[in-house]
């Protein structure tokens, strides 16, 4: 019995060949921007300018938040226990999960699901965010345990404004900011992810590929924790637990 070959649609080697999505990667490594080549090798065409400072004002964003988010931690602390630097960076990746880098996707299913419901983007998020209430879900994408207002919220929205690039998601992802502080009487403003979410669905990516687009950006910061931890700190350094309190049983006898 003949072995089918295996398909793919995403580089084509052979030899002296290297051909992502049809473009030769020579060509590739000297007309394009890394950011334009992860949109080509998502999408399988060249972005538009527009698209292609999107893409990078996107994979600049979550670069890095700080030492403490938990993939951070998880990179510095399997350095911490002498692991090699691509285990400490898998092991940051594998912290990544939904409720540390899940608001893109989470948030994109969302606004996907909902802006083609016909209406104005204002009633749609009304009707959301009721939604939302009536099944006891937060709505994800939205406030920050840091930031009163993120400042990468406005700045990728004034990207996408000066490129003439703003579609009915980044409308509805407005919608549901002003819908929220309306209905619950608090602010909680557009964050990063909720962003991002916006703006890759006006680009037309599936959300499946949120957490993807949250990994490719954050990969360079954990390579510099895991790094930083390497070379400034001693080993197996106190990286934690926290300060905790025991509340399990007493003691007692078999």
Request: aromatic content about 6%; hydrophobic content about 40%; proline content about 5%.
């Amino acid at each position: 019995m003949t072995q089918e070959n295996w398909k793919t649609g995403i580089t084509d080697i052979g030899p002296g060949k290297i051909r992502v999505k049809g473009y030769s990667i020579t060509d590739i490594m000297e007309k394009l921007s890394y950011a334009e080549v992860v949109y080509l090798i998502l999408k399988g065409e060249l972005p538009s300018k527009a698209e292609a400072a999107l893409m990078n004002a996107i994979l600049v964003a979550s670069v890095d938040h700080g030492a403490s988010p938990p993939s951070a931690l998880g990179a510095r602390t399997v350095m911490s226990g002498g692991n090699s630097l691509n285990a400490a960076i898998a092991g940051g990746v594998l912290v990544i999960g939904d409720t540390h880098g899940g608001a893109i996707e989470q948030s994109a299913k969302i606004m996907q699901e909902w802006a083609q419901k016909d209406g104005d983007v204002a009633a749609v998020a009304n009707d959301l965010i009721d939604w939302m209430k009536e099944h006891k879900k937060r709505i994800p994408g939205f406030g920050h345990r840091l930031h009163k207002v993120d400042p990468r919220t406005g700045k990728l929205f004034e990207i996408a404004r000066r490129h003439g690039f703003s579609g009915r998601h980044i409308d509805l992802c407005q919608a549901i900011e002003s819908a929220l502080a309306e209905k619950t009487g608090r602010v909680l403003p557009i964050n990063v992810d909720g962003a991002i979410a916006a703006v890759i669905s006006d680009m037309g990516f599936d959300w499946r590929l949120g957490k993807g687009f949250f990994i490719i950006s954050r990969v360079p910061g954990l390579l510099a924790h895991a790094y930083e931890e390497m070379t400034r700190e001693r080993p197996m350094r106190n990286l934690g637990p926290p300060p905790f309190e025991y509340d399990g049983p007493g003691e007692r006898e078999i």
